[in-house]
T-cell receptor
Framework: NAGVTQTPKFQVLKTGQSMTLQCAQD?????MYWYRQDPGMGLRLIYY???????DKGEVPNGYNVSRLNKREFSLRLESAAPSQTSVYFC????????????FGPGTRLTVT | EDQVTQSPEALRLQEGESSSLNCSYT??????LFWYRQDPGKGPEFLFT???AGEEKEKERLKATLTKKESFLHITAPKPEDSATYLC???????????????FGTGTRLTVIP
């Protein structure tokens, strides 16, 4: 039982490059979330998926897209990376939406130069 | 504006020296308050949920309490392995939109010295 897994762990991009962050959970949770964590700021919600087939914007969605591929997997895509997107990205899941006993992955540390 | 503030930003304790961390919040309609532990280079780990003023939860050396405006995380006789950043998050509900929002504080970085 791995919980929530994320790939890659580290990534360096040049401005304008694109990439997809992968997330998978094996807890049969319905809801999944993408956050970013920056120094001096709390975790901020980028996008979330209440259930398979649905996605919604969070607090800071600009510059990102998401796909809920199936119940297990939720990916985050940066179409044209910018230095302001340098951050640590966390995926999380919960049994259902608005149940914030969330389970987090280990994070992806992204640097955009 | 809804806000979650944690204090202190950093706390150094000697092993066995009890203390408390504070999380104060201003939200329109509290649905729940959550405490997480985050170790360096890892994702947050869920600790507690509190739903109403007066509620308390305990886990080993940790005890969380909730009032109408703040929550405390009490650490009794801490050990070095308790060193981590402790995050507080508050869930509110907007009556007008029916939206549930979750706001995280910036955390308290706890160091327990042997």
């Amino acid at each position: 039982n791995a919980g929530v897994t994320q790939t890659p762990k580290f990534q360096v991009l040049k401005t304008g490059q694109s990439m997809t962050l992968q997330c998978a959970q094996d807890m049969n949770h319905n809801s999944m979330y993408w956050y970013r964590q920056d120094p001096g700021m709390g975790l901020r919600l980028i996008y979330y998926s209440a259930s398979e087939g649905t996605t919604d914007k969070g607090e800071v969605p600009n510059g990102y897209n998401v796909s809920r591929l199936n119940k297990r997997e939720f990916s985050l895509r940066l179409e044209s990376a910018a230095p302001s997107q340098t951050s640590v990205y966390f995926c999380a899941s919960s049994d259902r939406l608005a149940v914030y006993e969330q389970y987090f992955g280990p994070g992806t540390r992204l640097t955009v130069t | 504006e809804d806000q979650v503030t944690q204090s202190p930003e950093a706390l150094r304790l000697q092993e066995g020296e009890s203390s408390s961390l504070n999380c104060s919040y201003t939200v329109s309609g509290l649905r729940g308050l959550f405490w997480y532990r985050q170790d360096p280079g890892k994702g947050p780990e869920f600790l507690f949920t509190l739903y109403s003023a007066g509620e308390e939860k305990e886990k080993e050396r940790l005890k969380a309490t909730l009032t109408k405006k703040e929550s405390f995380l009490h650490i009794t006789a801490p050990k070095p392995e308790d060193s981590a950043t402790y995050l507080c998050a508050v869930q509110d509900w907007e009556a007008q939109t029916g939206a549930n929002n979750l706001f995280f504080g910036t955390g308290t970085r706890l160091t327990v010295i042997p």
